[in-house]
T-cell receptor, first 117, second 118 residues
Framework: AQKVTQAQTEISVVEKEDVTLDCVYE???????LFWYKQPPSGELVFLIR??????QNEISGRYSWNFQKSTSSFNFTITASQVVDSAVYFC??????????????FGTGTRLKVLA | GAVVSQHPSWVICKSGTSVKIECRSL??????MFWYRQFPKQSLMLMAT?????????EQGVEKDKFLINHASLTLSTLTVTSAHPEDSSFYIC??????????????FGQGTRLTVV
């Protein structure tokens, strides 16, 4: 069955520290998509990245970077030099193709990141 | 990116009344819309999937008679919580997908609706 595991429930770091959020997924599909979203206290989901299963290149966007490793079914997210504004809940998600022809998102349980000043 | 507008952003209602939440895709045609529910400090749980013009497909454990979903047009889906009770208080989020958007897998999320039933 398709599943996304975010083992870290809550992480606290001091500002300027680097932090890595782990995501491990399970799927039988050969074609799939992985996502990271940020959910600040307001509740709105902020899209961070999408990665398809055929693209294992790591990606860097400013202070954010992602490490996708199919061999370990992991898609980890690192924030470099964390800032207080990074405090939020971060969700990893897997896009699962359904028999009805749509892609359904399966979310992990989320990691609450607290960056302390 | 594509914009999905959800309304209202918050609502308080009395127990026993019904509440309607709207989800609109503003600049694309959403052939599929999803409705999620999120309890405090928990993940997003998919409630149902709706395709325009078809009946919604509900996830296991979600009462279809309580959570009425209508997807009558390519830009609008509504979720009606009927006879709401305090245990229905939650954060409801919609997302929309459209076949003309890239690979078709990307979903765009509304801002969410915080429902409080008193």
């Amino acid at each position: 069955a398709q599943k996304v595991t975010q083992a870290q429930t809550e992480i606290s770091v001091v500002e300027k520290e680097d932090v890595t959020l782990d995501c491990v997924y399970e799927t039988r599909d050969t074609t799939y998509y992985l996502f990271w979203y940020k959910q600040p206290p307001s509740g709105e989901l902020v899209f961070l990245i999408r990665r398809n299963s055929f693209d294992e290149q790591n990606e860097i966007s400013g202070r954010y970077s992602w490490n996708f490793q199919k061999s370990t079914s992991s898609f980890n997210f690192t924030i470099t030099a964390s800032q207080v504004v990074d405090s939020a809940v971060y969700f990893c998600a897997l896009s699962d193709y359904t028999t009805s022809g749509t892609y359904k998102y399966i979310f992990g349980t989320g990691t609450r990141l607290k960056v302390l000043a | 990116g594509a914009v999905v507008s959800q309304h209202p952003s918050w609502v308080i209602c009395k127990s026993g009344t019904s509440v309607k939440i709207e989800c609109r895709s503003l600049d694309f045609q959403a052939t599929t819309m999803f409705w999620y529910r999120q309890f405090p400090k928990q993940s997003l749980m998919l409630m149902a999937t709706s395709n325009e013009g078809s009946k919604a497909t509900y996830e296991q454990g979600v009462e279809k008679d309580k959570f009425l979903i209508n997807h009558a047009s390519l830009t609008l889906s509504t979720l009606t919580v009927t006879s709401a009770h305090p245990e229905d208080s939650s954060f409801y989020i919609c997302s929309a997908q459209g076949p003309l958007l890239g690979s078709g897998t990307e979903a765009f999320f509304g801002q969410g609706t915080r429902l409080t039933v008193v």
